[in-house]
């Protein structure tokens, strides 16, 4: 059973140009987020989708960033017009449901934004 | 003040050490705790999770809770240098969202053989 897939694991895109990150979910898991991971930081939330659903979206910059799980195919995390603070590691995450009680995220191995 | 306090280290130990990893938080909602481990250029990987106070062990893994303090620890037994590693401890269930995780910004740990 193969884990989260992410790609392109390293993406370098000068300023102004457009990065997109993609994910597919674990076999079975209907429910994708995505994490950034700034330098010397922790993962901080960005967004939850499921399929042709944003559920919550609080995280993400209000500008330049959307997010994306269509109906068929991976789930795309698009920012535009990059800027050098965009440079991070991108980590999607998969889960199987949303429940009441624990929840479980499997991870990715991220996507290595650089932005020259 | 930060939701989640995670000493960064970085922490060296020796081979067979005892290791305590720890964490503070301020949200009293958090609901359940988890702790990951992520290796030098890949993503975290779930250790171990856990949503009531007390212990959980798994093997050479334990994971303790102490929802009065706000305070929780992982504890490796007899560490091996395969365990040099980042570990991320994650909470959820705070702010009415099962999902969303707040995590800590890791401690590096690296045992020396």
């Known amino acids: 059973n193969a884990g989260v897939m992410q790609n392109p694991r390293h993406l370098v895109r000068r300023r102004g140009q457009e990065a997109r990150l993609r994910c597919s979910p674990m076999?079975?898991?209907?429910?994708v987020y995505w994490y950034r991971q700034l330098p010397e930081e922790g993962l901080k939330f960005m967004v939850y989708?499921?399929?042709?659903?944003?559920?919550?979206e609080s995280g993400m910059p209000k500008e330049r960033f959307s997010a994306e799980f269509p109906k068929e195919g991976p789930s795309i995390l698009r920012i535009q017009q990059v800027v050098r603070g965009d440079s991070a590691a991108y980590f999607c995450?998969?889960?199987?449901?949303?429940?009441?009680?624990?929840?479980?995220?499997?991870f990715g191995p991220g996507t290595r934004l650089l932005v020259l | 003040q930060k939701e989640v306090e995670q000493d960064p280290g970085p922490l060296s130990v020796p081979e067979g050490a005892i290791v305590s990893l720890n964490c503070t938080y301020s949200?009293?909602?958090?609901?359940?705790f988890m702790w990951y481990r992520q290796y030098s250029r890949k993503g975290p990987e779930l250790l171990m999770y856990?949503?009531?106070?007390g212990n959980k062990e798994d093997g050479r893994f334990t994971a303790q809770v102490d929802k009065s303090s706000k305070y929780i620890s992982l504890f490796i037994r007899d560490s091996q240098p395969s365990d040099s590693a980042t570990y991320l401890c994650?909470?959820?269930?705070?702010?009415?969202?099962?999902?969303?995780?707040?995590f800590g910004k890791g401690t590096l740990l690296t045992v020396n053989p």
């Open positions: 949200n009293s909602a958090f609901q359940y």
């Open positions: 989708l499921q399929k042709e659903n944003i559920i919550d």
């Open positions: 076999k079975g898991h209907s429910h």
């Open positions: 995450a998969s889960s199987p449901r949303t429940s009441g009680g624990a929840e479980t995220q499997y």
């Open positions: 856990t949503y009531s106070s």
């Open positions: 994650a909470m959820g269930g705070g702010g009415g969202s099962n999902y969303k995780l707040t």
